[in-house]
């Protein structure tokens, strides 16, 4: 009889914790954050970075730009001239968000440019023309191809360790002296499609971002020696005027890896690298509304 008196406290404990252990829910953990596209660089030239469910589909201004990757993440890309103001909806198994995003202003520089060789402004023989097409060739094929990666999540390396020398989307006007009559050739060129270095002949250039390799060309027409690494998300950076190319197409790499050297090759006016960054719609096969974004906003992301 002591001993069952003894045992009462002990039985009504273990029934009471059993009891907490089937009716009371396991405390919550963290609540996973909204999905959302309010985050990376909200500037003109910019990319947004998103989160939220993966297949997720991203419209912005009623356009799907994006889908979610299996880890519930998306990049668009945002154009020189986007609105300061943007809509962007998120649309998932019959579920829409959407938010209204504020966008930073450009304020670009103009310049006079001066290529040392003024045949890489004004071509004058069949053979440069046909150097051109095949050169267009092979970047339309490498801008067609996609994989699957990280895109700029795990943030970005800086290609070379040089000072800036020329901004993303600078307006530029060629002069030069045209070879067979002497005369000024004053021509306007396209806004500055990347992000230049003042990097000299032979300097080690590291992968900004782990990828794969569309292209690599020692003799693309304006470009010079050429990589084109996509690194996920239809991100696309295009490295230009190479001295030596160290890949070829299909190797992957990863961030910080040496890929080649920089030089002066194709339209240039010195030794540099010029680093550009396209953004490409994975979510269509048509490639015309594709566009460049700017490597500086790149280089801030955290």
């Given at each position: 009889m002591?001993?069952?008196?003894?045992l009462?406290?002990?039985?009504?404990?273990?029934?009471l914790?059993?009891?907490?252990?089937?009716?009371?829910?396991?405390p919550?953990?963290?609540?996973?954050?909204p999905?959302?596209?309010?985050?990376?660089?909200?500037?003109?030239?910019?990319?947004?970075?998103c989160?939220?469910?993966p297949?997720?589909?991203v419209?912005?201004?009623?356009?799907?730009?994006?889908?979610?990757?299996?880890?519930?993440?998306?990049?668009v890309?945002?154009?020189?001239t986007?609105?300061?103001q943007?809509?962007v909806?998120l649309?998932?198994?019959g579920?829409?968000?959407?938010?209204?995003?504020?966008?930073?202003v450009r304020?670009?520089?103009?310049?006079?440019?001066?290529p040392?060789?003024?045949d890489k402004?004004?071509?004058?023989?069949?053979?440069?023309?046909?150097?051109?097409?095949?050169?267009?060739v092979?970047?339309?094929?490498?801008?067609?191809?996609f994989?699957?990666?990280d895109?700029?999540?795990?943030g970005?390396?800086?290609?070379?360790p040089?000072?800036?020398s020329?901004p993303?989307n600078?307006l530029?006007?060629?002069i030069?002296?045209d070879?067979?009559?002497?005369?000024?050739?004053?021509?306007p060129?396209?806004?500055?499609?990347?992000?230049?270095f003042?990097?000299?002949?032979?300097?080690?250039l590291?992968?900004?971002a782990?990828?794969?390799?569309?292209?690599?060309?020692?003799?693309?027409?304006?470009?010079?020696?050429a990589?084109?690494l996509?690194?996920?998300?239809?991100?696309?950076?295009?490295?230009m005027?190479m001295?030596?190319?160290?890949?070829?197409?299909?190797?992957?790499?990863?961030?910080?890896?040496?890929?080649g050297?920089?030089?002066?090759?194709?339209?240039?006016?010195?030794?540099?690298?010029?680093?550009?960054?396209?953004?490409?719609?994975?979510t269509?096969?048509?490639r015309?509304?594709?566009?460049?974004?700017?490597?500086?906003?790149?280089?801030?992301?955290?």
């Open positions: 002591a001993l069952l008196k003894m009462a406290p002990l039985a009504v404990a273990l029934s914790s059993a009891h907490a252990q089937t009716d009371t829910p396991p919550s953990s963290k609540p996973d954050l999905p959302s596209c309010s985050s990376g660089a909200l500037k003109q030239g910019g990319l947004l970075l989160h939220g469910e297949g997720t589909l419209r912005l201004d009623g356009m799907v730009v994006a889908k979610f990757d299996k880890k519930g993440r998306a990049s890309g945002l154009r020189t986007t609105p300061k943007i809509a909806t649309d998932h198994q579920e829409t968000l959407s938010e209204i995003l504020t966008i930073d304020h670009d520089e103009t310049s006079k440019i001066y040392q060789d003024c402004v004004s071509p004058r023989t069949k053979e440069q023309i046909e150097h051109i097409r095949r050169s267009s092979k970047k339309v094929a490498a801008f067609k191809e994989h699957t990666g895109g700029f999540f795990k970005v390396v800086r290609p070379v040089q000072a800036d020329s993303f600078k530029r006007e060629y030069c002296k070879k067979d009559t002497g005369k000024t050739v004053s021509k060129g396209s806004p500055h499609g990347g992000h230049d003042r990097s000299p002949t032979g300097t080690p590291a992968a900004p782990g990828g794969v390799v569309l292209l690599a060309d020692p003799d693309l027409y304006f470009e010079g020696g990589i084109f996509d690194h996920g998300m239809g991100l696309v950076s295009v490295f005027h001295s030596e190319i160290d890949v070829k197409a299909g190797d992957v790499v990863n961030a910080g890896d040496i890929i050297k920089t030089g002066n090759t194709g339209r240039t006016t010195g030794p540099h690298l010029h680093w550009s960054v396209k953004w490409r719609n994975t269509t096969d048509n015309s509304g594709d566009f460049y974004i700017d490597p500086a906003l790149i280089m801030a992301l955290e």
